[in-house]
């Protein structure tokens, strides 16, 4: 398809996602097309003031029945009074209709790409920058805006100014005409090699606009590795080089627009020049009226000149075109996962869960899963080991549906994860991971987080729980204390405590403890292990462990190499065994036998 054909099928996908606004269009295009007849009128009124000063009784208005000369002037000045007033007015309108319509779609758009992001699998995020994700939802979509701010009021008046000055025109002499509008298919020309010109120079100033919004968000995220690794300047340079790379892409479109107002200007100056030439030839010869001729001076400029803002319309047309594409692209990518699911989880709860031969690989990589066949009792722990990358966390996120299954069927109380809607599987699942994230904003918000619902004394009793209560009544506020952008004002363990409590504030029947106490200290691992010793009783545990001597009192032990199960058993039955289990706890506590 060729880039103006691409700009084309943009805002007609545009013009059919907005459909539910259309009454709205209809009526803000209503208001701009009224504005636009009251904006042309007055030149028609001087010609007509013209020709009364010039012909009096012999005048057009005369013939109306106003014999006086200073009663056709005063017919005119009330005209134009109600000429410039409806002018003023739909001018006001249009300008509110447009503009919040504007804010109205964007806001949609906005809301629909982000509800669209929120459904993706974990894929998705792997191939997809937060930066670029942050450029189309925030920039694309303020692109977008603006366009429809006034761009689109700017293509439907001179659309209507060109339509009804021309049909004056042809009315009062066609030779005029016919001369006045020539110019129209060289701007018309114009537009669309500009256009064509322009339409992949803004896809690329798009990229390029995802591309350093992406380095921005890295660079401020790792602030800490950058000054400890003394990479400012480093750092300083390749925002520089991303910027230099933008700045690059938006001066080649620039050359190309700001090559299109000198055309237009040459044009209209053509078509001017013929009515000003050949109508004041008419005039001398008295083949045409005097006001007439004032008439058609006015209105060529009226006719051609608002040609001259297709140039900045037009590069405001293609800017938004271009986020168009993005954001609708991303508002229909359909995730792999799907949310077809129609059956609940019966109340109550058990937490059962079972992995009947699951089969799973990353993209592009061997690793994952393969063929695991595992039956976790309800309100057992069971602890999964393993070396890093032999499939422990896949199958936690194979579990949340974070991906699709290649092979295989789990069950949560005997019932397929897919038959399942979604949100009825993950309520019913906490999740402590080893990467804790926690929100702007308050203690207490980030401990309600998975319960909104629960009251003041359920989220101390959390806190209690998890043995946070103590560190989050010494911090400033206590529960009202802001923790910063993913918590970067406590520390690891007081996080990780955190985390803990935002699960048990849950309260869901089956806990996965990812890693939860491996970036922690003894003492925080310490009260971490005596919170879940708690939490435990009554509902259904998965460990996912590094440190053995977290799990041994775990009710079954499952060992992982290479994306299978070797071992499987308790603690003392894997020492027993003298196995993978059993030559990892040596390395780790240098004995033989169950502490």
């Not at 005119?76 to 003023?88: M, R």
């Not at 799907?338 to 990589?365: A, W």
Request: overall charge negative; aromatic content about 10%; proline content about 3%.
């Amino acid at each position: 398809m060729s880039d103006t054909g691409t700009s084309f099928s943009a805002l007609l996908s545009l013009l059919r996602y907005a459909r539910g606004y259309r009454t709205r269009i209809i009526l803000a295009s209503t208001c701009s097309a009224l504005n636009t007849f009251f904006d042309v009128m007055p030149e028609i009124l001087i010609g007509i003031a013209i020709d009364v000063v010039v012909n009096q009784q012999e005048s057009f208005v005369a013939s109306l029945g106003f014999d006086s000369p200073k009663s056709q002037i005063l017919v005119l000045g009330f005209l134009t009074f109600v000429i410039w007033a409806g002018e003023s007015l739909f001018q006001y309108l249009y300008l509110i209709l447009w503009r919040n319509l504007a804010q109205d779609l964007q806001a949609d758009m906005r809301q629909a790409a982000y509800d669209q992001v929120q459904k993706q699998d974990m894929h998705f995020f792997e191939s997809r920058s937060s930066g670029e994700l942050t450029a189309i939802l925030n920039d694309d979509v303020n692109q977008l805006e603006r366009f429809l701010d006034g761009g689109a009021n700017d293509f439907l008046q001179v659309f209507v100014a060109v339509v009804l000055v021309g049909g004056v025109f042809f009315y009062v002499s066609p030779t005029i005409a016919w001369l006045a509008i020539t110019p129209i298919p060289v701007v018309i020309w114009g537009a669309f090699y500009f256009m064509r010109r322009a339409t992949p120079l803004y896809a690329d100033v798009r990229e390029q606009v995802g591309t350093l919004a992406n380095r921005i968000v890295n660079s401020i995220g790792g602030m800490v590795t950058i000054k400890s690794f003394t990479a400012e300047e480093r750092e300083s340079q390749l925002l520089a080089e991303a910027s230099d790379r933008y700045v690059k892409a938006n001066r080649q479109a620039i050359k190309v627009s700001s090559a299109f107002v000198p055309l237009i200007r040459m044009a209209v100056l053509m078509g001017f020049l013929a009515t000003f030439i050949v109508g004041g030839f008419k005039a001398l010869d008295g083949t045409l009226n005097v006001g007439a001729y004032g008439m058609l001076v006015f209105l060529t400029q009226r006719l051609l000149w608002p040609l001259t803002r297709l140039a900045q319309t037009v590069d405001l047309y293609e800017r938004a075109m271009a986020s168009t594409r993005r954001i609708l692209a991303l508002v229909e990518t359909q995730p792999n996962t799907r949310d077809n699911g129609e059956l609940q989880l019966s109340s109550p709860v058990k937490g059962s869960l079972e992995f009947d031969q699951v089969s799973f690989s990353y993209k592009k990589t061997e690793a994952g899963v393969h063929d695991v066949k595992l039956v976790v009792p309800a309100g057992k722990t069971t602890a999964l080991v393993g070396a890093t990358g032999s499939g422990k966390s896949t199958l936690i996120k194979l579990l949340l549906r974070f991906y699709p299954v290649d092979k295989g069927t789990i069950s949560f109380d005997g019932i397929p994860i897919d038959e399942l809607r979604l949100h009825n599987l993950r309520e019913h699942i906490g999740l402590v991971s080893q990467d804790v994230f926690l929100f702007e904003g308050p203690v207490f918000d980030n401990i309600a987080y998975g319960n909104p619902d629960a009251s003041i004394d359920e989220i101390i009793e959390a806190a209690r729980a998890a043995e946070a209560l103590d560190f989050i009544n010494q911090l400033p506020d206590g529960f009202d204390t802001l923790v910063g952008e993913r918590g970067v004002k406590l520390s690891g363990g007081q996080r990780q405590r955190l985390s803990l409590a935002r699960a048990i504030a849950k309260n869901p029947p089956v806990l996965i403890l990812d890693e939860a106490t491996s970036a922690v200290d003894n003492e925080t691992e310490a009260a971490i292990q005596r919170s879940l010793a708690r939490l435990a009783k009554g509902r259904t545990v998965l460990v996912v462990a590094h440190r053995l001597s977290t799990i041994v009192s775990a009710d079954e032990i499952v060992v992982f190499d290479q994306g299978a199960i070797v071992e499987r058993g308790t603690h003392t039955e894997l020492l027993h065994s003298n196995g993978y289990y059993a030559r990892q706890w040596q390395v780790q506590t240098g004995s033989t036998t169950s502490t």
